[in-house]
């Protein structure tokens, strides 16, 4: 498995959501290139599409953090 992948079973696993629901998550995910898979054998493997993505990630959690501290 490369970096920063998951399948729908570990995802699941780490957001508590049931598998059915994960995949039907992807599934939009996929259709906005929000996220790409990746298949080996009988599992799909997903990661976030690009970089562009991710830094969209990362600037959402950093202004969710700063309206923590500010109490908002």
Same mark, same amino acid.
């Given at each position: 498995?490369?970096?920063?992948?998951?399948?729908?079973?570990?995802?699941?696993?780490?957001?508590?959501?049931?598998?059915?629901? %994960? #995949?039907?998550? !992807?599934?939009?995910?996929? @259709? /906005?290139?929000?996220?790409?898979?990746?298949?080996?054998?009988?599992?799909?493997?997903?990661?976030?599409?690009?970089?562009? %993505? #991710?830094n969209? !990630?990362?600037?959402?959690? @950093? /202004?969710?953090?700063?309206?923590?501290?500010?109490?908002?």
């Amino acid at each position: 498995m490369q970096g920063g992948e998951l399948c729908v079973c570990d995802l699941a696993a780490v957001t508590g959501a049931s598998e059915s629901s %994960v #995949s039907h998550s !992807l599934q939009l995910l996929r @259709a /906005h290139r929000a996220v790409r898979p990746r298949k080996e054998g009988r599992n799909v493997y997903y990661a976030l599409h690009d970089t562009h %993505v #991710s830094n969209l !990630l990362n600037t959402m959690t @950093a /202004h969710m953090l700063e309206s923590d501290e500010d109490g908002s």
